[in-house]
């Protein structure tokens, strides 16, 4: 077990060749609630490396909702740096910020969040409209991310017609299909029984063999326990940085749905 | 995000929620309605009133005097005492004229009056507008023969009783015969027919074609009108530019012609189908300035009825524009996906308000004697309105949807 890692101060942002993907400096972010100033996040200074598989955890009003709005660009700091991809990402407008989700960042929601009028394919697809994909390419590359989650079979479904682990997979497939440098999960399996979970999580592992760097939100111990990399949040600040790929449990060959 | 996935994307809302789409576009539809039926209507009745009415009363670039006016309302005693005092128009001062005007053009005269015609077989028709002309007559009024040929001057000249007929007269006469050579009776008289009139169709109720036109110097001469008198003479220019000029020209000929000292009244009417037409160009801009508001009205409240139900429509779809967000989407791809939507929506309303408008205008025309023809900037105009009024509308729910925190609104339920 290592504390937090010590990030100097100062310095030049991360390259391509380090291998960071985020890196963060002091993180801060303070709202204001009426005449009170709630400080959700005191300090952070978080390095992910390329293809790390990194779960983030913490009791309720630790801040990790809010670190991880932070990180995945629907927030901006109060101070404090955040390079993703080699980019500073802290202080860029709306419009820099929203280029920057489309293009490093796949989330995936407890909720799914698929469109219910959208067919399977069509919620794929959607990140690439804005990405001003063209739409014969953007049809292909949707559905070489629904096969990658086994879903090709299911492309003209809707959300309703889908059950609860398939819906999670779309979802997957919508975060991966524009190769984001980051897949950000808020509490994947929240909405998911515990087969379904498992069988996200042997998704999850799949891909994170494949190379896909993970950062995931769960206040789920059990679920925590598959990523390799432990991060606990309280009171706004990182408590605990565990490393355990000895115990880094790989889901075994689970039947999938 | 492309336009046209945003069109996609609003017909895929307007059929998913179908009676709430109804209910927001009604506003649209029945501005857009009510505009295209006004207009069609008026513009039936612009091209029948410039078309065939104005000509048929004095004819195309064509100046006409007569004793008394050609449309009269409600004349008082006293005015109409004094256009009985005026001296008829004669034979004569149509020759006399017509030796005279130097703006090129043509000279023809012409008397009306309603009466019996008697065909074969005992077939009669009260009520046909018997005519008695010059040769220059039919070129002068544009009229088109179908069967045979109109007469000529020499016809003319020489009082021949030979007749044109107009297509309800010879189809109530001949059916399906060729009426050609055949003999009918005018007030009396025998009349020979040596042609048949184009349809022309019917204006108010009343038949175009209910007419027969003869030689002015036949038996009719006399019968008519008082013997050599005729109702009016119209001068019909080569060149329309040079209309005015005629006017000018044939007024002060005819002054001449009745020796009236410059201090005197005009005693004729001096008319050009300009005039005529001006009483049917009051009626026309009358509603074509009330049309604008009554359609604004209508608009209007179906562009607060769309706001609000676009209002509506972003609030339900809050979380939908927070995942569109932290997809990728910035601000001006919210605010147009919204206002495309509320754009389609409405301009689904204006197509189908402009089928309903030409539907009305039909209806209208079909079951009363007004007219409708169908101006195609009218359908331009009404897409477009019903397009405008949803963008307008959609403006600031637009606005209000692409203001929205992402993070906020994933949250919300």
Request: hydrophobic share 40%.
């Amino acid at each position: 077990m290592s504390m937090t890692k010590a990030i100097p101060k100062q310095g030049k942002p991360p390259t391509e060749e380090s291998g960071t993907i985020i890196l963060t400096r002091d993180l801060q972010r303070q709202y204001q609630l009426g005449s009170e100033t709630v400080r959700a996040l005191r300090g952070v200074d978080l390095e992910v490396r390329r293809n790390e598989y990194l779960a983030i955890m913490g009791p309720s009003g630790s801040g990790k909702s809010t670190l991880m709005n932070l990180i995945g660009c629907l927030d901006t700091p109060s101070s404090g740096e955040y390079w993703l991809n080699g980019q500073l990402v802290s202080g860029m407008s709306e419009d820099a910020l929203a280029r920057v989700r489309n293009r490093e960042i796949g989330f995936v929601f407890q909720t799914f969040n698929l469109l219910p009028r959208s067919s399977a394919v069509e919620n794929v697809e959607l990140p690439l409209v804005y990405a001003g994909v063209p739409r014969g390419e953007r049809r292909e590359r949707a559905m070489n991310a629904l096969e990658s989650v086994e879903l090709a079979n299911r492309m003209g479904h809707r959300p309703n017609e889908l059950s609860g682990g398939q819906r999670q997979r779309v979802a997957i497939a919508r975060a991966l299909v524009t190769h984001p440098s980051i897949l950000l999960a808020d509490e994947p399996t929240g909405n998911l029984d515990s087969k379904t979970s498992e069988d996200i999580m042997v998704l999850f592992h799949r891909l994170h063999e494949s190379g896909q760097t993970i950062i995931m939100v769960t206040h789920e111990h059990d679920i925590a326990q598959h990523a390799e990399r432990l991060v606990t949040l309280r009171d706004g600040r990182i408590a605990a940085d565990v490393r355990h790929s000895q115990n880094h449990a790989s889901p075994g060959a689970t039947a999938e749905s | 995000m492309h336009p046209f996935e945003a069109v996609r994307t609003a017909l895929e809302m307007i059929w998913a929620h179908k009676l709430r789409s109804f209910f927001t576009i009604l506003g649209t539809v029945v501005g857009v309605t009510f505009l295209i039926a006004v207009i069609t209507l008026i513009e039936g009745m612009n091209n029948y009133v410039e078309g065939e009415l104005a000509g048929m009363v004095v004819g195309m670039n064509s100046v006409v005097v007569r004793r008394t006016p050609s449309m009269q309302v409600n004349p008082s005693r006293e005015t109409r005492r004094l256009w009985q005092s005026r001296p008829r128009f004669t034979f004569d001062d149509a020759e006399w004229l017509s030796e005279r005007l130097e703006t090129p053009g043509e000279i023809s005269f012409s008397s009306s009056s309603q009466g019996r015609v008697d065909g074969p077989n005992s077939k009669t028709i009260d009520g046909v507008m018997i005519t008695a002309a010059n040769a220059a007559y039919f070129n002068a009024r544009d009229m088109k023969i179908s069967q045979g040929r109109a007469f000529q001057s020499q016809e003319d000249a020489r009082g021949l009783p030979v007749v044109v007929i107009g297509a309800d007269v010879a189809k109530t006469f001949f059916d399906n015969t060729s009426p050609l050579g055949k003999t009918i009776r005018i007030r009396g008289f025998p009349y020979q027919v040596i042609g048949v009139m184009e349809p022309q169709g019917s204006l108010f109720g009343f038949s175009l074609d209910n007419l027969v036109i003869a030689p002015a110097r036949s038996r009719l001469n006399g019968v008519i009108n008082t013997r050599n008198t005729i109702d009016q003479i119209s001068f019909k220019v080569a060149d329309p530019r040079q209309l005015i000029t005629a006017v000018a020209e044939l007024e002060g000929w005819m002054r001449v012609r009745r020796q009236l000292a410059p201090t005197e009244a005009t005693n004729f009417e001096v008319e050009t189908s300009e005039a005529a037409l001006s009483f049917w160009t009051r009626i026309s801009t009358i509603l074509l300035l009330a049309l604008p508001g009554l359609v604004g009205i209508s608009l209007v409240v179906g562009a607060v009825v769309i706001m609000n139900i676009m209002l509506v429509s972003v609030s339900d779809r809050t979380r939908e524009i927070g995942l569109r967000k932290s997809l990728g989407a910035r601000r001006r791809d919210i605010m147009s996906q919204f206002m495309i939507e509320s754009g389609t929506l409405s301009g689904f309303g204006g197509l189908v308000g402009i089928g309903l408008g030409l539907g009305l205008a039909a209806l209208v025309s079909m079951v009363s004697p007004m007219p409708a023809v169908v101006a195609p900037w009218s359908i331009v105009l009404g897409l477009g309105l019903g397009v405008g009024v949803g963008v307008a509308a959609g403006a600031y729910p637009a606005w209000r949807a692409s203001r929205l925190d992402p993070i906020e609104a994933l949250r919300k339920d």
